[in-house]
């Protein structure tokens, strides 16, 4: 059979409230033109984010009510960490509440003044917690991964001549560590192949750096792996996880992606000494290192959303639905990142909108747009988020201006799908009428969550 059907059945539901055009031009210019800004219940498909946000399963609600709430030694715990064991083949396992918690307490021992820590590409909270450390973050993305028109498999390879060349320039005694984002969120979604995490590994050992892997969403990278590389197309995706790990040190997760879950994450590694220095942070900023900030049932629903993520049916519904509304788009001439990302859809916005120039934020004018258009909620990926000022308070552009619509796992049918496809190919017919955005208040660290805008003259 041709069709790709949804590898699930609805057992709950919850209700959508619509909104007319008129009332959400009424509700974007009071939410300050800032997505983050607006109540959910004024969204009509909510496509801010794919972390916790997922649906969970019958069989993560029934874990939810086994879980075990001991303040110390929790059965939850001992099987939230044996099947991390068992995925990763790293020994030692430090819940934490989410993946931002796990950097900082990462970060926090490893980083520091003076130090670079270097990545295909740092997430945002990755990139603020590496930098509250006092440490430079340093992104040596692929060429190819920097065009969002080119055609490449593994566009969120890191570029390894850039990383032993930065090596040898900055010291290896100045790098504590090298964290390889999978899949390259901020590139676009895009996944990084095995060859890539060995050359890296390779380099890291030359020059003692422990290499770590941001493994948010490790099935989705591995089910690419197993797609597009060469030799890998008869392993399991289980079986390439377990490879892709081998190659690392340790790992950080954030538990609200692929595992299903709506809280949660976790570091993952072998050194006992750093192991102990994470938990005496743990302690201090978590919690009790067998629950780390997480209630037992969170522990429990962590564990088997992260057996369920394995699935390769899922997997396949997964990637192949977000490839549906990006050849949708890109069919009707929405430039798109290509080839589409695995847990999202990037429009670019910088192609999309040529006359909004990059100080006015073409992203997020989208982003402005598509939620007065359709109700729908999207995030810029662009200047927003990552753009500084130098001295003179001029804007340093970030690399793209790309806005995503990130899928929530096994929550939308392919109709809503449908229905925002509709909406931005019916927009994009009318976009020179979208007008750029000039900020009116932000704060000094992450500023797109709180930020003010308003149209630009
Ligand atoms: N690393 C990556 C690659 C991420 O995408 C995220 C979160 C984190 C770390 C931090 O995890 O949210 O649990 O603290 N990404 C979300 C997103 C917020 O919308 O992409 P967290």
């Not at 009428?433 to 208040?441: D, V």
């Amino acid at each position: 059979m041709k069709t790709i059907i949804e590898p699930f059945k609805i057992k709950s539901v919850e209700p959508i409230y619509f909104t007319t055009r008129n009332q959400r031009l009424d509700i974007i210019k009071k939410a300050h033109y800032n997505a983050f800004l607006i109540k959910a219940e004024n969204v009509i498909i909510d496509l801010l984010t794919d972390s916790g946000t997922s649906a969970m399963s019958s069989a993560q609600w029934a874990g939810i009510m086994i879980g075990d709430e001991s303040y110390a030694g929790s059965n939850s715990f001992f099987r939230f960490e044996k099947t991390i064991n068992e995925i990763t083949g790293m020994p030692i396992v430090i819940p934490t509440h989410q993946g931002r918690a796990s950097e900082k307490i990462l970060f926090a021992v490893l980083g520091g003044k003076g130090k670079y820590i270097v990545s295909n590409t740092l997430f945002d909270t990755t990139r603020a917690n590496v930098e509250a450390s006092g440490a430079e973050g340093i992104d040596l993305l692929c060429a190819e991964g920097k065009i969002p028109s080119v055609l490449a498999p593994f566009k969120g390879n890191i570029d390894i001549k850039a990383l032993e060349n930065f090596i040898n320039e900055k010291g290896a005694e100045n790098i504590p560590l090298c964290i390889i984002t999978v899949t390259n969120n901020s590139g676009g979604g895009q996944p990084v192949s095995m060859q890539n995490i060995k050359d890296a590994s390779r380099v890291c050992k030359k020059y003692n750096i422990p290499l770590y892997i941001d493994a948010c969403r490790f099935a989705e990278n591995s089910y690419f792996i197993k797609k597009r590389e060469k030799g890998y197309e008869n392993k399991t995706v289980r079986e390439i996880a377990a490879e892709m790990f081998s190659y690392a040190d340790g790992c950080t997760m954030s538990a609200k992606k692929d595992a299903f879950a709506n809280i949660g994450g976790f570091i993952a590694l072998h050194n006992e000494q750093l192991a102990t220095q994470c938990r005496n942070l743990l302690i201090i900023t978590e919690g009790f290192p067998t629950y780390g900030g997480l209630a037992g049932r969170d522990l429990e629903a962590i564990a088997i959303g992260l057996n369920e993520v394995l699935d390769e049916h899922y997997l396949q519904y997964r990637i192949r639905s977000t490839e549906y509304l990006s050849e949708k788009l890109a069919a009707a001439g929405v430039p798109v990142m290509q080839p589409s990302g695995g847990h999202a859809v990037y429009i670019d916005a910088k192609e999309m909108l040529p006359h909004i120039p990059v100080d006015k934020y073409p992203g997020q004018a989208l982003v402005a747009a598509l939620y007065v258009e359709g109700g729908i909620r999207g995030v810029e990926i662009g200047s927003l988020m990552f753009g500084k000022y130098d001295s003179n308070g001029k804007l340093i552009p970030a690399m793209m201006e790309l806005v995503r619509l990130a899928i929530p796992r096994r929550v939308y049918t392919q109709s809503h799908i449908d229905y925002v496809a509709e909406v931005i190919i019916e927009m994009a017919k009318n976009r020179e009428k979208i007008k750029g955005l000039e900020i009116t208040y932000e704060a000094e660290a992450l500023r797109h969550f709180t930020a003010r805008l308003k149209e630009a003259n």
